[in-house]
């Protein structure tokens, strides 16, 4: 599906068992998040790039998710170092403040390396296997559910509205800013809503008669092998390693 490229691979991440990789992933993403030094956060970073090679995932793909996310971040650093309050730092024309830019810069590291390391340690997995991990760390099974119906069904959402809006099209409509459009806009979003719930009683309905009660059976239950707990306690100790540097900080 859609999405799931990164995990199609042979890796040793590829390999490891999701709810090794959903503990972890947790783990470390708390500890970054938290943290309020330079060298907790570059850690993490550094971190997340060395399972990010030990992925072998594509690099372009890689690099293009990461310009989309720090194309957010530049809009802080367009902003936070001119607004935030704090020491000021005359660069020619521009004051800037040096806090701002302190603060920015942490944000900048602390983003990066929590999504290096979602890409290595989820995007390795597929959604199906993410939810079954989740449901066998005792996550509520309803949401579970409504992650993998949600993955699952959000595209046939989309190619219903791509549908209708190929007929409109095709019976000559051209958008502009006027109220024909908006009101025409209204009738697609509406008619992709009645859509969705026409096609969502079905699915329930099949799903009943196939005898759904409400949870997916795996065919074969996983056990942790020794090499998913030598993964396991290596990212332990990471995680009580970057504590440690952020107590000492």
């Known amino acids: 599906m859609t999405?799931?490229?990164?995990?199609?691979g042979d890796s040793l991440l590829h390999r490891t068992d999701t709810r090794v990789k959903l503990v972890c992933a947790?783990?470390?993403?708390?500890?970054?998040?938290?943290?309020?030094?330079?060298?907790?956060?570059?850690?993490?970073?550094?971190?997340g790039l060395v399972l990010l090679g030990l992925a072998r995932l594509p690099l372009r793909q890689v690099l293009w998710r990461l310009l989309v996310?720090?194309?957010?971040?530049?809009?802080?650093?367009?902003?936070l170092p001119l607004t935030y309050p704090g020491d000021p730092l005359t660069l020619g024309p521009l004051h800037l403040s040096r806090q701002g830019l302190v603060l920015v810069s942490l944000i900048t590291l602390k983003t990066n390396g929590i999504i290096v390391l979602f890409i290595s340690l989820l995007a390795t997995s597929t959604v199906a296997e993410l939810g079954h991990g989740l449901g066998q760390l005792r996550v509520p099974g309803k949401l579970c559910l409504l992650l993998l119906f949600s993955y699952r069904?959000?595209?046939?959402?989309?190619?219903?509205y791509q549908r209708l809006l190929r007929a409109a099209r095709l019976r000559c409509f051209e958008p502009g800013t006027n109220l024909?459009?908006?009101?025409?806009?209204?009738?697609?979003?509406?008619?992709t809503l009645v859509k969705s719930w026409n096609r969502a009683q079905r699915v329930t309905q099949a799903m009943m008669l196939r005898g759904f009660r409400g949870r997916f059976y795996t065919l074969e239950d996983r056990i942790l092998n020794r090499r998913d707990l030598i993964?396991?306690?290596?990212?332990?100790?990471?995680?009580?390693?970057?504590?440690?540097?952020?107590?000492?900080?």
């Open 231 to 249: 993964f396991l306690a290596s990212m332990t100790t990471m995680v009580i390693c970057l504590g440690i540097l952020e107590g000492i900080r």
């Open 180 to 191: 024909h459009t908006y009101r025409t806009y209204g009738h697609l979003f509406g008619m």
């Open 26 to 47: 947790l783990a470390l993403t708390l500890v970054i998040a938290l943290c309020h030094s330079f060298a907790t956060a570059a850690g993490g970073l550094v971190l």
């Open 3 to 8: 999405f799931e490229g990164f995990s199609q």
């Open 69 to 79: 996310v720090n194309s957010f971040i530049g809009l802080l650093w367009l902003s």
């Open 153 to 160: 069904y959000i595209f046939v959402i989309s190619q219903e």
